[in-house]
């Protein structure tokens, strides 16, 4: 009897911790959209068509080796990226180079994050940067701390499906990728978002000049925008998420799972 009651004791403390994650309950239909590496078409297609749905979103800012990120033919220009800001979207770090976090220590980590950030107060971005994704999706046990100790909230990777608060680490947020060929698996993803999931989407251009093989199509794009504009569905930030869950408490009490990266 005394070994069940404290073993109920713990389970309930434990309960009691990961319900102290979620601040609001999490509505369905909430979707986070993401786009990532700066390219031109997030100005000039992408962000009028978010304000015409009245969407927020979440742009991940890196500056490319290759194509290099002075052709603003195919990457947006620092001043077009604190415009993005000033419209209401999140601008957010995907380190100097798109450079994959496996692949660097922690001092060149630091160093990347601190670019973008400094980049972005140059621009007027005035607000901590609090979200960062995984160039390549690639990520590292070593990031975790890393991020933690630089004051980030959220970090977001691959994985294909939808993301819970309650069991997946904030540094290790799961998203669904679109392409030019995955409708099909993106409005399935959609529906995923309830009973306390989140469902992140990670967009590249719109089109995509610079990576063609992660591009979206503009009317595919718009598609998307409309099927969740009229089956009413809130589509927010990445930072958003904040409103709904205690991140700082998350980083405590959830495990990092490195299990499914992608």
Known sequence: ML???ILGIFLFAGFNGIAQIIKKAI???LVVLTFDDAILSHYTNVAPLLKKYKFGATFFIAEFLQPAFSDKSKYLS???IGELNKMGFEIANHTQNHTHVNKMDSTLFIQELTYIEQKAKSVKVNDPLISFAYPGYDTAPSAISMLKNMGYLFARMGGGRAYDPQKDHPFLIPSFTTSGDNSKEIY???KQAKDGKVVVITIHGVPDEAHPW?????NLFEDYLKYLHANHYKVIALRDLKKYINSEKALKLLIPNFNKLK
């Open 3 to 5: 070994k069940n009651f």
């Open 27 to 29: 509505p369905d239909k």
């Open 78 to 80: 620092w001043e077009q």
């Open 188 to 190: 399935e993803a959609f």
């Open 214 to 218: 992660v591009n979206t199509p503009l």
